[in-house]
């Protein structure tokens, strides 16, 4: 099971910074690449970030490139993903999901790439 833990979602002002945390219970997530997801209302589910088991690969989708950084903790079974200078855009509900492989899927996979998800976390970013 993934879980999004606390601190994680929650309200900021626009320009502020949240940071997800995702915990893996019950299996390691050392042996997948692991991604985070939004999907805001009305819109389809988009990869935001995705890095590798090795964290020798890393991608952003072009609207937080620059801005979110996601990173990994085997050791403590935790993915994260830190979001600065946040804008009203980024509102949505934020999920973590484990990849098929090793590697990330391709970006045009979208969430077919991953095979098991948290339950999502929202975040609201005011203007």
């Known amino acids: 099971q993934l879980q999004v833990v606390e601190p994680g979602g929650g309200l900021v002002h626009s320009g502020g910074s949240l940071r997800l945390s995702c915990a893996a219970s019950?299996?390691?997530?050392?042996?997948?690449?692991m991604g985070w997801f939004r999907q805001a209302p009305g819109k389809e589910r988009e990869v935001v970030s995705c890095i590798s088991i090795s964290d020798t690969s890393t991608y952003y989708s072009n609207s937080v490139k620059g801005r979110f950084t996601i990173s990994r903790d085997n050791g403590r079974n935790m993915v994260y993903l830190q979001m600065n200078s946040l804008q009203p855009e980024d509102t949505a509900r934020y999920y973590c999901?484990?990849?098929?492989?090793?590697?990330?899927?391709?970006?045009?996979?979208?969430?077919?790439?991953?095979?098991?998800w948290g339950q999502g976390t929202q975040v609201t970013v005011s203007s």
């Open positions: 999901a484990k990849a098929y492989g090793s590697d990330c899927p391709p970006s045009s996979a979208g969430p077919s790439g991953y095979n098991y």
């Open positions: 019950g299996f390691t997530l050392d042996y997948r690449a």
